[in-house]
């Protein structure tokens, strides 16, 4: 994730804040605040999803959070000064875009980046498989930042959301966001994250969750990047 008004150096280095070094947490689970900007430092607490963060310093580093085999979150890390708290954020857990919040369920908040709705379209065709015809609807939402479109396989539904201007970090952090799945236990609700398999060619599968049976994140042929997940009861 770039930060405007700050010039990047390579190696081990930072530069003093701007007036637009302002960012907001993406990740649902909360942002890891660290003591010293190392991923193995002492973890002082969790920053909630939507606060905002105004960056003291940037601090470059190559270190990487690892979800899995070919596919790591690149950043950087974020010096935060008297704000309640002081330490580093991996730049992974943030984002320049400033989220609406909404409650999924008693106490979880999710962030919401689509902004307004600018169309809507449907699309009604006819397809043939196994020599026989099926009727495909599908519903293409535009917002702001993103296009969510929906298809009706009759037995099945596809959902994908085109990310028009966000990095794969930030978009590996909406994974869990727009189908939340609830796990109630006697220690709290959690919404549960899609576990990573492997990635393959241009998309990051995951492992399905109840009724879904994949998701995968999808790098298109612009370099934008895209949500699939299939469900089938």
Not at 33 to 57: C, N
Not at 170 to 177: A, D, I, M, R
Not at 206 to 212: A, E, Q, R, V, W
């Amino acid at each position: 994730m770039k930060s405007a008004g700050l010039k990047r150096t390579t190696g081990n280095s930072s530069k003093e804040k701007s007036d637009k070094d302002t960012f907001f947490v993406i990740t649902i689970f909360g942002a890891k605040l660290y003591e010293k900007p190392a991923l193995d430092s002492k973890l002082i607490t969790r920053i909630t999803v939507g606060e905002k963060i105004v960056a003291e310093k940037i601090v470059e580093t190559k270190q990487s959070i690892h979800i899995g085999e070919g596919f790591q979150l690149h950043g950087h890390f974020v010096e935060v000064k008297g704000q309640g708290c002081s330490g580093f954020i991996h730049s992974s857990d943030l984002t320049t875009f400033r989220p609406q919040l909404e409650q999924v369920y008693d106490g979880i908040m999710i962030p919401d980046f689509k902004g307004k709705m600018i169309h809507k379209t449907t699309d009604k065709r006819i397809e043939t498989c196994n020599d026989k015809p099926f009727e495909i609807i599908e519903d293409i939402t535009t917002y702001d930042h993103i296009i969510h479109t929906y298809t009706d396989f009759n037995d099945c539904l596809e959902n994908t959301y085109l990310y028009k201007y966000m990095t794969l970090q930030e978009v590996y952090h909406q994974l869990p966001v727009h189908d939340p799945n609830i796990d109630i236990t006697s220690k709290g609700n959690f919404i549960l994250m899609p576990e990573f398999i492997e990635k393959k060619d241009n998309q990051y599968i995951f492992k399905g969750i109840g009724i879904t049976r994949s998701i995968a994140i999808i790098k298109n042929k612009d370099g934008q990047f895209l949500i699939a997940s299939l469900d089938c009861p």
